[in-house]
């Protein structure tokens, strides 16, 4: 079985890590400072902080931006769970927005609708890889959050690293993501911000019992993430590559593939329109020896019985990832293309 997702660990990588282990220092420690400079300077922004997750680096961001209860935050549907969790663990009201067809991520136009005089930021995710226009976002005036889980590596309108255009940013180093340390996020951008999720990270030893959590990243964790960010660009540059190799081989194909946009996509996922239910695409390709999966589990709304999201919907219904990392080799890309034109046609 071909996998749908599958880190790039090497060697190297393992030899950082058991290089921490033989230190004894197994917690934060030296190893979880230096990565912060470094994705701050891949960035392009002053600080960044690293954190236990994703989610996690989404909940204490918007704690430094001061949302809490009272608050809405506006959150695409298409979009996995944790930005709704982290809105609610941070004592705020997520409103939900719809879909944009063209990158996947939330409407503009859907945003300015739904915002209220209660409106106190947007979480606007890079989703699948493409960066998205940031521009219209902050057009409404409110903080704009930048979700880079995805899109390490991609640029956005004008060049800029994606990550450095909203008043946070925030990333994850889940096993599937672009750099992978198993677990492990961060929040990035101004220092002041930062500066506040930095403190918010650890409980231990202060001198008030303002609530608090342990949200610490381990030496571990880190110094695999070290790793992998080092090699960020040829893992961007062989999943572009793959990129181009499935458009070759699903020429002509019964499928809608995606938009070529340059160095704004990273391609984290592969992701096509079909005009049949993914889930039985994906059925007959895992007889085939590929795993391919929806890229969303399911939107948010439906999840909370509400309607009014018809392009969430429509990608929901049309839409299904396949394999696309810089392990897959040219012959697995090939098997992968064979087994999805045959189920197709």
């Known amino acids: ?56 680096a989404l909940e204490l961001a918007l704690g430094a931006l001061g949302i809490g209860a ?14 709704h969790h982290a809105v609610r663990r941070a004592g705020a ?41 940031l521009e219209p976002f902050q057009a409404l005036e409110v903080p704009v959050i930048e979700d880079c889980a995805q899109a390490l590596g991609a640029e956005l309108e004008g060049g800029r690293p994606a990550g450095s255009g909203g ?8 096993a599937t993501k672009m750099i992978a340390a198993g677990e492990g996020g961060a929040v990035a951008g101004v220092a002041a911000l930062v500066a506040r999720v930095r403190e918010a990270r650890d409980y231990d030893e202060r001198e008030t019992l303002a609530p608090r959590t342990n949200a610490k990243l381990t030496d571990m964790a880190a110094a695999l993430a070290r790793g992998q960010l080092a090699r960020l660009d040829t893992f961007v540059a062989r999943r572009r590559a ?46 085939r020896g590929v795993a391919a999966r929806r890229p969303v589990f399911r939107p948010a709304h439906r999840a909370l019985g509400l309607g009014g999201y018809p392009e969430a919907d429509r990608l929901w219904a ?16 090939e098997h992968v293309a064979r087994a999805l034109r045959t189920v197709l046609t």
């Open 93 to 133: 009201t997520p409103v939900l927005v719809d879909a944009d067809p063209a990158t996947h991520s939330l409407s503009a136009k859907d945003a300015l609708a739904r915002r209220t005089r209660r409106t106190r930021a947007v979480i606007v995710p890079h989703a699948f890889g493409l960066a998205a226009d």
């Open 242 to 287: 793959l990129a181009a190799r499935y458009r070759a081989l699903l020429a002509g194909a019964p499928a809608r593939l995606p938009a070529e946009h340059g160095p704004r996509h990273v391609y984290h996922r592969f992701v096509l329109g079909l005009d049949r239910d993914p889930a039985a695409v994906a059925e007959a390709l895992a007889a």
């Open 1 to 56: 079985m071909i996998p749908h997702s599958k880190p790039s660990v090497t060697d190297d990588d393992a030899e950082r890590v058991a290089r921490v282990v033989r230190s004894g220092r197994l917690a934060q420690g030296p190893e979880v400072a230096a990565f912060e400079r470094e994705l701050a300077a891949r960035l392009g922004v002053q600080d960044a902080v690293a954190v236990a997750s994703g989610t996690v």
């Open 167 to 174: 008043t946070l940013a925030v990333g994850s180093f889940y």
């Open 318 to 333: 049309e839409s299904l990832s396949i394999p696309c990392y810089p392990a897959l080799t040219d012959d697995e890309a």
């Open 70 to 83: 009272g608050d809405e935050v506006l959150i695409p549907t298409y979009v996995c769970d944790a930005l």
